[in-house]
């Protein structure tokens, strides 16, 4: 009769829109978590608050990257995702206001774990980030091992640095030049902890995110800037799709994971937040709090 739209068109859409989105949408599939939803949605909302993006950090500002490696054979949305984080505390520092997730970066995955290490190593560069949280389970051992390698701009062949872990034996190629930046995570060790602190972050409102905006909404600067200025806020509504495909699920040891609701959808992007949330949280959170800090005692 003339309505909606034709196969072409939904089809077409369907290669533009997210999983998500377009189950929602075209298949009539419901794809929220009506029962064992890992946060509240409209909670989520609520922490939408900031306005304004970051892509470089200013004197005296505390950041901290998370980092996952993408595991999907899904070619279209196959991509390792960086999280920044910024830490706000109150006068004297010693206790965290709100965490901002001020950008989301993808890297895609047909890079190479070279590449792909010379890429968040500039991102840590522009951010001046105190640590870098990565899960090196399966492919992101390779991605752990590239950081612990001197890298070089691949343009201006600059030297990007040599990182060392923090929290395990690993020996970098340059011992005595090397950063002690790197945190190896095994997610699957801290499981639990790391989706019970972030359900908390959301239900406290301590989590802080980029609010929702249309492209219409940014000023012809700023949409030349597209990286900068508009593509976190678009990675934001990838992250809230990412969180409300998501359920719990309880272990039998009585511990809690998490599961997609969409199995085609990934969740890297809501990975590398939880693990930055979880390392602040956990190491971070009395950074301040004592003049005789020792940052390596804290950690081991």
Not at 10 to 37: H, R, T
Not at 70 to 91: E, L
Not at 197 to 213: T, Y
Request: hydrophobic share 35%.
């Amino acid at each position: 009769y003339g309505r909606g739209s034709s196969k072409s068109q939904i089809l077409k859409k369907k290669k533009e829109m997210s999983p998500i989105a377009f189950a929602q949408n075209y298949e009539s599939k419901w794809v929220g978590c009506a029962d064992s939803a890992l946060v509240n949605i409209n909670k989520l909302m609520s922490c939408r608050s900031l306005t304004s993006t970051q892509k470089e950090s200013r004197s005296g500002e505390e950041f901290y990257l998370g980092v996952d490696v993408a595991r999907s054979q899904n070619t279209n949305n196959n991509q390792s995702s960086v999280c920044v984080a910024k830490v706000k505390r109150n006068k004297d520092k010693t206790k965290i206001v709100s965490i901002d997730i001020v950008n989301i970066i993808n890297i895609p995955n047909i890079m190479n774990f070279t590449a792909q290490s010379c890429i968040i190593k500039k991102i840590r560069k522009r951010y001046n980030a105190q640590a870098v949280i990565m899960d090196g389970n399966g492919l992101g051992a390779g991605l752990v091992d590239e950081c612990l390698k001197e890298s070089f701009d691949p343009i201006t062949n600059e030297s990007l640095g040599c990182w060392d872990t923090i929290n395990d034996d690993n020996i970098p190629e340059l011992p005595d030049e090397a950063e002690k930046i790197l945190y190896n995570l095994k997610a699957q060790s801290v499981q639990s902890r790391v989706v019970t602190n972030f359900i908390d972050m959301v239900d406290s409102g301590k989590l802080r995110l980029l609010c929702n905006k249309q492209l219409n909404d940014f000023t012809v600067a700023e949409q030349d800037d597209f990286d900068n200025e508009v593509a976190p806020f678009m990675q934001t509504d990838c992250l809230f799709e990412e969180v409300a495909n998501l359920k719990l699920k309880q272990l039998p040891n009585g511990g809690v994971t998490i599961e997609k609701v969409v199995k085609k959808l990934d969740k890297d992007r809501v990975s590398a937040t939880i693990y930055v949330l979880w390392y602040i949280n956990e190491f971070c959170r009395d950074l301040y709090s004592s003049s005789d800090y020792d940052y390596e005692v804290l950690i081991n």
